[in-house]
């Protein structure tokens, strides 16, 4: 596609539920980041695909989070049992490999009530 | 640990009004230090990469410089157009694809 699409772009779910975020990265990126951004903080990163290599998990905030990259294409972020602190804009992120410039989604706001 | 600091947290200019944007970071050997301007309910656009202290880098009313310890990000005769949150972020030396972001910077250009 043209650009980075991520849906839904709004989710509200109740405390305690499970939640998929899906990420549809630019076609012939190789890379795929998934990042948060709470209200008034920076952008935290949280996990990256590249290829086939294993993911580097080493943002995910808990074991609740969990993320999957099927045929190196579409990726699913996976929240089980969310929390209100899990309130925030979910960004993903592609680029082709040895590219420094992340073009980003424009994201999904996830309400935890 | 590698840490972004943006100032001011907001900055209101008139239309016309040239200022800069500050970005100071600490980080393990810098790889590069990107710009991105992020608009309401949408993700962060990019602008600029910086890899080395001195580079600069221009786009329209917008020129990217930077330091061994900070970047600047000018601003010269904004428009209302250029009203955004503007947010800097580091790659460190040890990574080809982390970066660490600050908080940004939210402008508002008034007519």
């Known amino acids: 596609g043209a650009g980075v699409s991520q849906s839904p772009s709004n989710k509200v779910t109740e405390k305690g539920k499970d939640v998929e975020l899906r990420c549809d990265p630019i076609?012939?990126?190789?890379?795929l980041y998934w990042y948060r951004q709470s209200l008034g903080q920076g952008l935290e990163f949280l996990i990256y695909f590249q290829g086939n290599s294993a993911p580097d998990k080493s943002g995910l905030p808990s074991d609740r989070f969990s993320a999957e990259r099927t045929g190196g294409s579409v990726s699913t972020l996976t929240i089980q049992r969310t929390q209100q602190e899990d309130s925030a804009v979910y960004l993903c992120?592609?680029?082709?490999?040895?590219?420094?410039?992340?073009?980003f989604g424009s994201g999904t706001r996830l309400t935890v009530v | 640990e590698d840490q972004v600091t943006q100032s001011p947290e907001a900055l209101r200019l008139q239309e016309g009004e040239s200022s800069s944007l500050n970005c100071s970071y600490t980080v393990s050997g810098l790889r590069g230090l990107f710009w991105y301007r992020q608009d309401p309910g949408k993700g962060p656009e990019f602008l600029f990469t910086?890899?080395?202290a001195g580079e600069e880098k221009e786009k329209e009313r917008l020129k990217a410089t930077l330091t061994k310890k900070e970047s600047f990000l000018h601003i010269t005769a904004p428009k209302p157009e250029d009203s955004a949150t503007y947010l800097c972020a580091v790659q460190p030396g040890g990574s080809n694809y982390k970066l660490t972001f600050g908080k940004g910077t939210l402008l508002t250009v008034n007519p």
């Open positions: 076609s012939g990126h190789t890379a």
């Open positions: 910086l890899y080395s």
């Open positions: 992120a592609s680029s082709q490999e040895g590219s420094y410039g992340y073009t």
